[in-house]
């Protein structure tokens, strides 16, 4: 696994400052074009506008200039249903669909979608609120011909006029130059909201129409690129969960012996090793590993506060998280409720970290988990056995890890793209 520095900062696509510096193969008039744009230049055939330098061609205009704004409403998710009616909710944008919407996963009750706002194809969703200015009014154009579906509370809704219908405007508006806008009418704090008379100020590029296709052909291969490698990495996993409940089974493991929790591990004290997230360096000598989802939170030049592993993984875990991490590297401990965990006698380790990653953790809120631990039991096979099981399912994480790191490289590769055609660069 790559844990150390920022792995897409040494393969992914760079941002447009840095593109020219590694672009050997692309045609010298673009990185041309590219290097004056970055330093204020306008290029010829190109103008100065508010959202930056575009093509001469290309019209400025303003959103609420390109359709009708709508809002969406109702659909609490009280009121889904594993059957009924396709629709769509505000924190889906977030979470599900990136650019456009080809498919729905919700439903509702057909009462319930009948009071709220009903979809067309082509219409392009923003969301009203979210937990950060940064990330409100992302967008989301509605690709479904074959059947109706309606949009909930906290969506607006853009109905194009018919030349701009063109997923084109899906991509177009989760831009850096349209999003930074977005973000300037932002408002709140806790709750973030942005309203359909901001949306409609949005500054906006018409493309003419025989580059719309064009530009959406190339970045809709790249997104069915990123759908292919997310249904292998769900492919990979699923394998992954079959594996994990064969090896850790009462049928597996029927000829062998059970140890308690506390006859297996001891918990290594960590105060010593620890520092306050107001201490993390965003570069430095020593990663920081915590509870959070990332392996490395943080980095710290702290050399005194450094874990050595030896040679010794080690398991850590959170006193309010069910999330287990296997941690094969020197580092240093972050935050408060981060606890480390070892395996007493000789026995494989990380064995026992699938062990644990095989049981169903409940909720057992703060500061509980490890009384919970401490009731479990676990089959112990032979070290031989324990090291072969370990390798195999090692080799399923690290072939789940590469496609992880290939699907982060086709995103940002995508974004890269967005920001040399949607600006007209290219």
Same mark, same amino acid.
């Not at 941002?15 to 045609?27: A, H, Q, R, V």
């Not at 991490?325 to 020197?330: A, I, R």
């Given at each position: ?94 979470? %599900? ?41 992302? =967008? ?75 530009? =959406? ?13 997310? =249904? ?17 089974? %009462? ?103 699938? =062990? ?71």
């Amino acid at each position: 696994m790559v844990f150390k520095g920022k792995w897409l900062e040494k393969i992914g696509v760079k941002k447009l400052t840095e593109i020219t510096k590694e672009s050997t193969g692309m045609n010298p008039k673009i990185k041309e074009r590219i290097e004056q744009i970055r330093q204020g230049i306008v290029p010829e055939g190109y103008k100065k506008t508010r959202v930056g330098i575009i093509p001469e061609e290309w019209e400025l205009t303003q959103l609420g200039e390109m359709g009708e704004i709508f809002r969406g409403k109702g659909i609490p998710k009280s009121k889904l249903t594993d059957d009924g009616v396709p629709c769509v909710l505000y924190g889906e944008i977030y979470t %599900k669909y990136n650019d456009v919407i080809k498919t729905l996963d919700s439903r509702t009750d057909r009462e319930t979608a009948e009071k709220s706002f009903k979809l067309e194809y082509g219409d392009i969703l923003f969301t009203g609120s979210g937990e950060k200015a940064e990330e409100i009014g992302k =967008a989301a154009m509605y690709l479904i011909k074959d059947e109706p579906a309606y949009a909930g509370g906290d969506l607006i809704i853009l109905r194009p006029k018919a030349e701009i219908r063109n997923k084109v405007y899906g991509y177009l508006l989760n831009t850096e130059y349209v999003n930074r806008q977005k973000y300037k009418k932002a408002q709140g704090h806790s709750v973030v909201h942005i309203y359909g008379d901001n949306i409609k100020k949005l500054n906006v590029p018409f493309i003419p129409v025989n580059e719309q296709q064009k530009i =959406a052909e190339i970045l809709s291969t790249w997104d069915r690129a990123i759908e292919l490698k997310e =249904a292998l990495i769900k492919e990979k996993e699923e394998q992954k969960k079959g594996k994990l409940e064969y090896f850790f089974s %009462k049928d597996f493991n029927e000829c062998y012996t059970e140890e308690k929790f506390d006859n297996v591990f001891y918990r290594i004290p960590n105060g010593k090793y620890r520092i306050n997230k107001k201490d993390y360096l965003e570069k430095g000598e020593f990663p920081v590993v915590d509870q959070s989802k990332s392996y490395i939170a943080g980095y710290t030049n702290q050399k005194e506060k450094l874990f050595e592993i030896n040679n010794n993984p080690v398991i850590i875990f959170g006193d309010h998280t069910r999330v287990f991490k296997f941690v094969d590297f020197d580092f240093v401990v972050g935050a408060d409720g981060t606890n480390i965990l070892s395996t007493k006698k000789e026995y494989d380790i990380k064995y026992f970290y699938y =062990a644990i990653s095989s049981k169903r953790i409940p909720d057992t809120g703060y500061n509980r988990h490890y009384k919970f631990l401490q009731e479990m039991t676990f089959y112990v096979p032979p070290i031989k056995l324990q090291k072969k099981v370990s390798k195999i399912l090692s080799y399923l994480d690290y072939n789940i890890n590469l496609l992880k790191q290939e699907l982060a490289l086709l995103k940002e590769q995508k974004k890269g793209l967005m920001q040399l055609l949607l600006t007209g660069i290219v």
